[in-house]
């Protein structure tokens, strides 16, 4: 039983924009916050957005002014939206709530330089 599929990742110049998508099981999504996290090559995975179910958005300093993490309550999924892209956001990209049980399979962004 898949419970999270995200996707929109790829790879992207530097300055660039990406959408990520991520369809959550109702067990996972439903009366709670979700975020999206990352984890590079070699570092450990860390979050980057978070959103309350009433629309309340928290960011990373990292993130905070290039990315907008938004969440549509009927359709249990969340969005991210990454402006301004960095090599350094060169990631596996997830969403779970805030007590993350499983894990989906993430997408990959690539940004180069």
């Known amino acids: 039983q898949v419970q999270l599929v995200e996707s929109g990742g790829g790879l992207v110049q530097a300055g660039g924009s990406l959408r990520l998508s991520c369809a959550a099981s109702?067990?996972?999504?439903?009366?709670?916050?979700m975020g999206w996290y990352r984890q590079a090559p070699g570092k450990q995975r860390e979050l980057v957005a978070r959103?309350?179910?009433?629309?309340?958005?928290n960011y990373a300093d990292s993130v905070k002014g290039r990315f907008t993490i938004s969440r549509d309550n009927a359709k249990n999924t969340v969005y991210l939206q990454m402006n301004s892209l960095k090599p350094e956001d060169t990631a596996v990209y997830y969403c779970?709530?805030?007590?993350?049980?499983?894990w989906g399979q993430g997408t990959l962004v690539t940004v180069s330089s």
């Open positions: 959103i309350a179910t009433g629309g309340t958005a």
């Open positions: 779970n709530n805030m007590n993350p049980q499983i």
């Open positions: 109702s067990t996972i999504f439903r009366l709670s916050a």
